[in-house]
């Protein structure tokens, strides 16, 4: 390819300009094709085995490249050779560059070009594999153009030191996308930290004995109160019974009350929520003066911290029988149970348009899980291991026929516990409480991308 | 050969199988010798899942494994009988997550972390396999030196949990076993 490309120079440097831009085009678009269909094939597919499977290839891809072992599988499949005699040598290039662009012909040098379409595959981004295939198409046209322009035909063959260079830096490439990729997955936002909530930019949270914080764009302000909740164009904090709702920019006071056992609160632009005891209750902020009641637990349940957006109040409900996910439309007084499990624990809903995000501890797993509120199919976004192991399912010294043990793999079970969450357009968040001596917790506040 | 207990004498007369395992452990100790009932003892020590039972139907699905039960029908962990909740966390006595020294899981801001459902196990069995549970009868057995009761969780089914043909067991107007469960009790023996 390098001397096809190259012998375009011979007809002057503007030809051979026409003829190196055709063939980077049609690598362009062979890319765009093959990876923006698998990008968006895999937003349509939520598979983990999928991901299971990109991940192993992209590893074996690494310590193949890493060892320099032999690139396999090949295409032995070579781009037509009589195009460049039939047709004019830039059309010629960009239907190579076409071929080669989509990985349907010719010998790869690296074992992780066969990584990259898993990858873009598993990503569940039309975007984001698109962004790989233009790379795959960068790394492809690069070394033809910049040797057809020096008239090095044969370097690569004459150096393969050169090459086996080159695949250990790809390893090492697609080593740190991974590692980077699986940081941007999940990572700490602040600790000790938890209770988030979220709109746009505005990011907030409580920090245990000390107060809330408000991150804009990463800067951090302690705000004058504990429990903050954002929502709307509104902030909201609590100091003792002293509630106050400001503007989100400018931080003005816009209400301030006295509400007696707050604890946890909410806010949209309309209303104020809060929950007291074993009661949660809504207020308009239009007429602080009168509040309803939205939910009241029974002695033996308990009610979780309450999310809002627009008019939607959504809460868990938990009981020894059950637990489920509440949505109340405090304008109308509409409400709708939208998830329930007997035997799995749900918890801490938030809210964003027609998404709810959601923790299910289970048996065997505890999820982060984004759904439709209407119900549907949950997409996990993060899995911690279960927060019990499980034995044998046999006694000492007996056979193992007839047991019956809960999980199909034997779990590794946890401390930590998934608990208060908030969901940007982008970014779920979640608080991972981590047991300490005497029963107490200790907050982590970590973001997952919604990809 | 070891002498049976009082206890276990008691318990073990106190159920059909437990006598034809009396009789059967007589006959064969006139007939064959001190060695073979030992011998035949260890086989009978390996040939079922835990402790006492002595049919191949398995166990009902349980939090942890094996499938303890307390007196009211609600998994215990079998290692130390502690309570656990549907998730196999141990809890205190009203439900709650407690840590490993029994100190009740909070908050940050102090309050009980929420209760996770607590389901009988014969009753989860019941959902999970889809057929209305019952628990009629039980047997008994001498195991780490307590009385341990042995119970049948019942239905109407053909078939028990492993997908053999249920037997009838200690179930009773026509329904049959799904599956075995058992409570520790804190009789010596």
Not at chain 1, 36 to 65: K, N
Not at chain 2, 48 to 70: A, K, M, N, Q
């Amino acid at each position: 390819m390098v001397g096809t490309v190259g012998a375009a120079r011979q007809n002057g440097r503007r030809a051979f300009a026409l003829t190196a831009a055709a063939f980077a085009a049609g690598l362009a678009l062979g890319a765009t094709l093959v990876f923006g269909a698998l990008g968006l094939l895999g937003e349509t597919v939520h598979s983990r085995v999928l991901v299971i499977a990109a991940v192993a290839v992209a590893a074996a891809a690494i310590l193949s490249d890493a060892a320099g072992l032999r690139v396999r599988p090949q295409i032995r499949f070579q781009v037509p050779e009589r195009w460049r005699r039939t047709m004019p040598l830039p059309q010629a290039l960009f239907l190579y560059g076409l071929l080669l662009g989509a990985g349907l012909t010719t010998y790869v040098p690296a074992t992780a070009a066969w990584a990259l379409p898993a990858l873009g595959l598993a990503l569940g981004s039309a975007a984001g594999s698109l962004a790989i295939g233009l790379g795959f198409a960068l790394g492809r046209a690069l070394p033809v153009l910049v040797l057809a322009a020096r008239g090095e035909e044969t370097a690569l063959a004459e150096r393969p030191q050169g090459l086996r260079a080159l695949r250990a830096l790809i390893a090492a490439s697609l080593l740190l996308a991974l590692v980077a990729g699986e940081v941007q997955a999940a990572g700490t936002v602040a600790a000790p930290a938890g209770d988030p909530s979220v709109v746009g930019a505005d990011l907030a949270w409580q920090q245990p004995g000390v107060g809330g914080f408000l991150s804009r764009n990463g800067v951090k302000t302690q705000l004058p109160g504990n429990d903050p909740a954002v929502g709307g164009a509104l902030v909201a904090w609590h100091a003792g019974p002293a509630v106050t709702v400001a503007a989100r920019d400018t931080l003005a006071p816009m209400v301030q009350e006295t509400i007696a056992g707050a604890q946890k609160l909410a806010v949209s632009d309309r209303w104020l929520v809060w929950r007291s005891g074993r009661q949660i209750r809504v207020q308009p902020l239009s007429d602080p003066s009168r509040s309803a009641l939205v939910v009241e637990a029974k002695r033996v349940a308990e009610l979780g911290r309450p999310a809002l957006d627009g008019d939607l109040v959504v809460y868990h409900y938990s009981t020894a029988a059950g637990s489920w996910l509440t949505a109340v439309n405090v304008a109308n007084g509409t409400r709708r149970r939208v998830r329930f499990a007997r035997d799995a624990q749900l918890l801490n809903p938030s809210l964003l348009g027609p998404s709810l995000l959601y923790v299910r501890a289970s048996r065997c797993s505890q999820e982060l899980r984004l759904g439709p509120l209407r119900g549907g199919k949950d997409r996990v976004l993060f899995e911690l291991p279960p927060l019990a192991g499980q034995d044998s399912g046999h006694d000492r010294g007996h056979t193992s026929q007839g047991e019956h043990v809960p999980c199909p793999h034997r779990p590794k079970p946890t401390t930590r516990i998934l608990w208060t969450t908030a969901l940007s357009d982008t970014t779920a968040y979640v608080t991972i409480l981590r047991p300490r001596r005497g029963g107490r917790t200790t907050p982590t506040l970590i973001a997952v991308s919604r990809r | 050969m070891r002498e049976l207990s009082l206890s276990e004498a008691v318990a073990a007369s106190t159920s059909r199988r437990g006598f034809l395992a009396r009789a059967g452990r007589l006959l064969l100790g006139v007939s064959g010798g001190g060695f073979l009932v030992a011998a035949l003892r260890a086989q009978k020590a390996e040939a079922y899942h835990f402790c006492g039972h002595i049919y191949t139907t398995g166990s009902c699905p349980h939090p942890v494994g094996l499938p303890r039960i307390d007196r009211n029908g609600f998994p215990l962990r079998a290692v130390d009988g502690k309570p656990v909740d549907d998730l196999g966390r141990q809890i205190d006595a009203v439900g709650r997550p407690v840590d490993p020294r029994g100190d009740l899981l909070r908050d940050p801001d102090g309050n009980p972390l929420p209760l996770a459902p607590r389901t009988r196990v014969c009753t989860a069995a019941g959902r999970e396999f889809g057929f209305r549970p019952q628990i009629d009868g039980a047997w008994y057995r001498c195991c780490n030196g307590h009385v341990r009761k042995l119970v049948d969780c019942c239905g109407s089914v053909r078939n028990r949990i492993n997908g053999d043909a249920a037997l009838t067991g200690y179930c009773y107007s026509g329904r049959r076993v799904f599956c075995v469960m058992y409570y520790d009790t804190k009789i010596k023996c």
